[in-house]
């Protein structure tokens, strides 16, 4: 609560990094289970709760490796927007369950990329972590599109899908911005096996292969949008009104004054 | 042998068997009736899930409520095996025609409220679990064991955020004995009515459906909780409350059965307000289950989608 904040001075490239991926996976964390109870299915409650305790729990898993001391309340529960790097996809709030899996699919195609990249060039403690994430993840992609594929089984669901991947692409031009997160290029300083700009046409290409193989229209326009330059780059700190207002819903009125997410003041 | 031999002969129905109407009936009411609790016991509780105080509560929030909408899938598939339909059930618990436990028509405002609704009132509900073990009916039976397990936990974490108040700032304490305040009287009633041994009840008790009556659940619950809530200094409110030597029974001030009977039928402070929500959030996904139903070309069951994760 009082504990002093992290700052991004103290990190090294590498924690710079690991702490993009973990906020990635915090407020995606975060997102998912605002489902709780309130899914589809039943059985869709069990599983979104499991993919938000995973998330959650992968967040962890990063937050203390870079924490220089400071407990999981105070690096992942406390900080400010503006001491966030995760990528503005993962802040957007969920106007449908066609968001939640868009996003499921979009982010998680990403991530595997990035921890693939990762887990090839990274030490024990980082490289271990990446790889134990990753075999989670597979089976949160196999879920994203196994949902794309029944979801765009009517009228209403092809048209709530086209409109959150035309609604959420642009909103993904910084999931690989990582260079003004670290300071520096990742590929360079060592912590990617890759160059972003691979890793980005790498993830293009199977988003472009996936929504062509399903009865979309999605525009030319929002895939471009998706690979350009960002227009607001969470990496760097920069975000949108949803992250503060997801953030406040964390830290709610009324708590007595020694609770971790007592002292947070945005 | 005809059914009623069998229960008598302590044997146990197993899902196949030859059920008369009224046991299905029966049956089939005190299944809805603990599924639908499970089921508005996380949606309350989830309320709190964004805003949990610290990082790990949030995440053993999350988990207890995964396994209750667990539990309560397991008991509507148990009730669905038995012939009714699963919309037509949630239908009619967003309808407000069907009864749930008492503790969730009342809000909680308070993270207190959390710790307490897992301690007290999933204590409560525990005796009722515990007792159901030995239903008579195998299936249901063999659930109970499980979610008997599971709540263990559940109510573990309860207590542990009561012993975090208990043993916590001034503040802290006065919010404990606060909420212990408001909720003793509603885990009192949570058992139900005294035994009245209404011809329902006694049918029940006589096809072993509900092996131990609301009474005997109620003395076990202040076996337990009145030395624990005791032992954390918290002072239960009711005066009247004592251990009979003699009678080996609690004395106790009956708690207001007029408010019982109004929350279960006509709803408390905050049932119209979940339920609306709830049902929101039901017709705000239909146009996934009907992308469902279109993919697999089936009506059969909208809600059991086979996707894991």
Known sequence: MSAESITLEELDATERFLLAIADDEFVTGQRFAEWVTVGPTMEEDNVLSSLAQDEMGHARLWYELIDHGRDLDTVGYNRRPSERRNSILLETEHTDFGDTIVINFLYDTAETLVLEAVAETADDAVGSRATKVLEEERYHLEHATQWLERLVSTDEGRRRVTASFERLLPRSADLFAFDAAVGTAPSTAGILSRPTDELRAAWRETVEETISSLPLEVSADALEAAVSEPVTNGRAGEHTDALTALLDSIHAEGLPADHPASGYHA | ?309
């Open chain 2, 1 to 309: 042998m005809k059914l009623e031999e069998r229960i008598a002969a302590g044997q146990l129905i197993e899902s196949g068997d030859e059920l008369t109407d009224e046991y299905r009936e029966l049956l089939c009411g005190i299944i809805q009736f603990t599924a639908n609790s499970e089921f508005m016991g996380a949606f309350a509780e989830s309320e709190w899930i964004p805003r949990a105080p610290s990082y790990q509560r949030k995440l053993a929030l999350i988990a207890k409520n995964q396994d209750e909408i667990g539990h309560a899938q397991m008991q509507y598939q148990l009730a669905e095996d038995l012939g009714r339909d699963r919309e037509q059930m949630l239908t009619s618990l967003l309808a407000g025609e069907n009864g749930f436990g008492n503790a969730f028509h009342y809000p909680a405002d308070e993270w207190i409220d959390i710790g307490l609704l897992a301690w007290m009132l999933d204590g409560a509900a525990m005796q009722l679990q515990h007792s159901l073990m030995k239903t008579s009916y195998g299936p249901y039976a063999r659930i109970m064991k499980r979610v008997c397990r599971e709540e263990e936990f559940h109510i573990r974490h309860g207590e542990h955020i009561v012993r975090e108040y208990a043993t916590g700032s001034r503040e802290k304490q006065e919010r404990l004995q606060a909420g212990v305040d408001r909720w003793w009287s509603r885990a009192v009633m949570f058992f139900g009515l005294s035994d009245s041994r209404s011809e329902k009840s006694e049918r029940m008790d006589e096809l072993g459906i509900k092996p131990k009556t609301n009474d005997e659940l109620r003395q076990q619950y202040f076996d337990t909780y009145v030395p624990k809530l005791r032992n954390y200094g918290i002072d239960i409110p009711d005066e009247n409350l004592y251990y009979d030597e003699e009678t080996e029974q609690w004395e106790y001030t009956p708690p207001d059965w007029e408010e019982f009977n109004r929350i279960v039928t006509e709803g408390g402070p905050e049932t119209q307000a979940r339920l609306d929500r709830r049902r929101t959030a039901f017709e705000e996904t239909a146009w996934v289950r009907d992308a469902l139903e279109a993919y697999d070309g089936t009506t059969a069951n909208r809600f059991a989608n086979n996707i894991t994760a």
